[in-house]
């Protein structure tokens, strides 16, 4: 079951198996102000390459963002529909999808990874076989992608940096032997 725009119930943890996924009070603190930086060096990449979307419709670039961020978040929500229920809220200009599932790293790492491959990697990919309004569409879904993806890619590093048998839920994890 989905639930819109609500937490999920508090699942009952035992907080001496499960650390916090960011242990350090400072780093979870400004955590979003590195999401932010990255945010600001995506959103500035196309001045630093000289280009823009300007032969696009500005109202073709907002619906092509809005379709963009959908597909974004059901694929998300595709990895961990089978897992359990799933809350989806947010927090300023953020969506977040949280679970009371426990989650395998593998299967988290592709979580948080799956929606940056798909709109962002694979349109990078194509754009360089393709010209024309073709191509600026293909590299905005990209960057648009890129850009609402910051968090996401911060997430992806600090998940792999993670031990193998990693179990994660709701901003904690334990290692299972």
């Not at 089978?82 to 809350?87: A, C, L, T, V």
């Not at 969506?95 to 349109?123: A, H």
């Not at 393709?130 to 905005?140: A, D, K, M, V, Y």
């Not at 890619?153 to 334990?174: D, E, H, M, Q, W």
Request: aromatic share 20%; net charge positive.
């Amino acid at each position: 079951m989905i639930i819109w725009f609500r937490h999920l119930p508090q699942k009952n943890m035992d907080f001496s198996e499960w650390t916090p996924f960011i242990r350090n009070n400072w780093y979870r603190k400004h955590y979003m102000n590195f999401v932010y930086i990255l945010q600001i060096i995506i959103f500035l990449i196309p001045y630093f390459f000289r280009s823009g979307f300007t032969n696009i419709n500005i109202f073709s670039l907002i619906i092509i963002g809005i379709l963009v961020f959908i597909i974004h978040e059901c694929l998300h929500i595709i990895v961990i529909y089978k897992k359990g229920d799933i809350s989806l809220t947010f927090s300023g200009i953020f969506f977040w999808l949280n679970t009371n599932e426990p989650l395998s790293k593998s299967r988290f790492w592709v979580f948080m990874s799956l929606p940056f491959i798909i709109l962002s990697v694979v349109p990078a990919i194509m754009s360089l076989y393709t010209t024309g309004n073709s191509r600026e569409i293909l590299l905005f879904i990209c960057w648009f992608n890129s850009l609402i993806s910051s968090s996401d890619i911060y997430n992806s590093f600090l998940i792999a940096i993670k031990p193998r048998n990693t179990v994660y839920c709701r901003g904690y994890y334990k290692v299972n032997n």
